[in-house]
């Protein structure tokens, strides 16, 4: 069975781990969570637009090296520990995703969102550090990232609000109208037709 890769991801957000993270941005826990979680699906998508299984292996080489890499358990789907360090070790991935997209995303994120910009910033460099860290973990989603990516799109477009999906390159009316189509589908006016 194939994971859901977002759902997947949001499970190494534990309350320990906003906490942590609060402590350097004093947010609020729920905008900090939401900020991650459009965060998660914004570089899902980030990777899916500008996907090269040559940059792919290089960043989960690179990533290796990293603290944050070292800071993660990934059986148990935790970060073991929390600091500074994907301040400086998510830009380099974040470049190679978004290219010159990524101060007006992190912008984005900072008004969609109702965060500060520091803080989406640092949010965004923690998700692409997050990504890179569990697809070097597990090589069998990797191996088939671009499928998985293709699969769940709809899904991790839903997370993201329409600002970010515009400057990504998605159609907002596309998420709309399936997410529309299966909620009124199954109407009970629909079984009956109209009367």
Same mark, same amino acid.
Request: aromatic residues 10%; negative net charge; contains cysteine.
């Given at each position: 069975?194939?994971?859901? +890769?977002?759902?997947? =991801?949001?499970?190494?957000?534990?309350?320990?781990?906003?906490?942590? =993270?609060?402590?350097?941005?004093?947010? !609020?826990?729920?905008?900090?969570?939401?900020?991650?979680?459009?965060?998660?699906? &914004?570089?899902?998508?980030?990777?899916?637009?500008?996907?090269?299984?040559? %940059?792919? #292996?290089?960043?989960?080489?690179?990533?290796?090296?990293?603290?944050?890499?070292?800071?993660?358990?990934?059986?148990?789907?935790?970060?073991?520990?929390?600091?500074?360090?994907? %301040?400086?070790?998510?830009?380099?991935? =974040?470049?190679?995703?978004?290219?010159?997209?990524?101060?007006?995303?992190?912008?984005?994120?900072?008004?969609?969102?109702?965060?500060?910009?520091?803080?989406?910033?640092?949010?965004?460099?923690?998700?692409?550090?997050?990504?890179?860290?569990?697809?070097?973990?597990?090589?069998?989603? &990797?191996?088939?990232?671009?499928? +998985? +990516?293709?699969?769940?799109?709809?899904?991790?477009? !839903?997370?993201?609000?329409?600002?970010?999906?515009?400057? +990504?390159?998605?159609?907002?009316?596309?998420?709309?109208? #399936? %997410?529309?189509?299966?909620?009124?589908?199954?109407?009970?006016?629909? =079984?009956?037709?109209?009367?």
């Amino acid at each position: 069975m194939t994971p859901n +890769l977002q759902i997947e =991801l949001r499970r190494f957000i534990s309350s320990n781990v906003i906490s942590k =993270l609060n402590k350097f941005y004093f947010e !609020n826990d729920a905008l900090l969570i939401k900020a991650i979680d459009v965060s998660l699906g &914004t570089v899902l998508m980030g990777c899916y637009n500008n996907f090269d299984e040559k %940059k792919i #292996e290089e960043m989960t080489n690179l990533i290796q090296d990293s603290t944050f890499f070292k800071e993660v358990d990934f059986a148990a789907s935790r970060i073991l520990s929390v600091d500074d360090n994907y %301040k400086v070790e998510g830009n380099e991935f =974040l470049e190679q995703i978004f290219t010159s997209k990524k101060a007006r995303i992190t912008e984005m994120i900072s008004n969609e969102v109702g965060i500060k910009s520091e803080t989406a910033r640092e949010v965004l460099n923690f998700s692409a550090l997050l990504i890179i860290s569990y697809l070097q973990y597990s090589a069998e989603v &990797t191996s088939s990232l671009k499928l +998985l +990516l293709e699969d769940q799109k709809r899904d991790i477009l !839903n997370s993201i609000p329409p600002g970010i999906k515009i400057i +990504l390159g998605f159609s907002c009316y596309e998420t709309v109208e #399936e %997410k529309n189509n299966s909620r009124f589908g199954r109407s009970f006016f629909n =079984l009956f037709g109209n009367i």
